[in-house]
C-alpha cells in the first residue's frame, strides 16, 4: 500500500523516496567545476549607434539655421525675429517669467524681438535622417519607377 501512493511532490513523505531514482533533487548532483563560460564566447554585440545632428532651428518653421547666423534679424524662410524668448535655450514656460534667468521684468511677447542680455539660441539634437543603414543617401536607395520597386521586392525572396 505504500509504494502505490499518488503524491509524489517534493516533502511529502520523503523519507522512504528513493534517493537515486527519478525523484532525485537537484542539490544532491555533482557541480561543475570552473567558471562559466558566457553564451556567446566571441564577445558582446556592439549596440547600433543613430547618427545624430546637434543643430539650431527656427522655433517657428523649424529651419535648421548655421552657425554663422545673425539672430538680431529674422529667420530665412518664415521671417519671424530670431532674437526671442521661444528661440533662448532658458526658456521654460513653468519658472517665474517663463524664463530660468533671473530676469527683472517680465517680457509679455515672447515671440517677439527683445534686447535680452540672457539670450542663447536653443539647440537641438535630432536624428541625422540624410544618411540611411547602409551610410549612402536615402534618396539614391528609393526605387525611382514601380518596376524597381517590384523588382527590389522579387530580390528579397529569391533563393
Known amino acids: 500500500m505504500e509504494n502505490d501512493r499518488r503524491y509524489r511532490q517534493r516533502g511529502y513523505m520523503e523519507f522512504d523516496r ?15 567545476g570552473g567558471p562559466r563560460l558566457p553564451i556567446d564566447v566571441t564577445g558582446p554585440r556592439l549596440p547600433r549607434m543613430v547618427q545624430s545632428v546637434v543643430a539650431t532651428r527656427c522655433y517657428s518653421c523649424a529651419i535648421a539655421l548655421a552657425p554663422d547666423t545673425d539672430y538680431k534679424g529674422q529667420c530665412p524662410r518664415c521671417n519671424v525675429a530670431l532674437h526671442c524668448c521661444k528661440q533662448c ?3 521654460d514656460t513653468s519658472t517665474r ?14 515671440d517677439q524681438a527683445n534686447e535680452c542680455a ?6 537641438t539634437v535630432a536624428r541625422d535622417a540624410s544618411t540611411g543603414a547602409a551610410g ?5 536607395q528609393a526605387p525611382r519607377s514601380p518596376d524597381e520597386a517590384r523588382a527590389a521586392f522579387d530580390n528579397l525572396f529569391k533563393k
Open 118 to 123: 540672457w539670450f542663447e539660441p536653443r539647440v
Open 97 to 110: 517669467f517663463q524664463c530660468r534667468k533671473p530676469v527683472p521684468a517680465r517680457i509679455s511677447s515672447k
Open 89 to 91: 535655450a532658458h526658456f
Open 136 to 140: 549612402g543617401s536615402v534618396a539614391s
Open 18 to 32: 528513493d534517493r537515486e531514482g527519478p525523484g532525485r533533487r537537484l542539490e544532491d548532483r555533482p557541480r561543475q
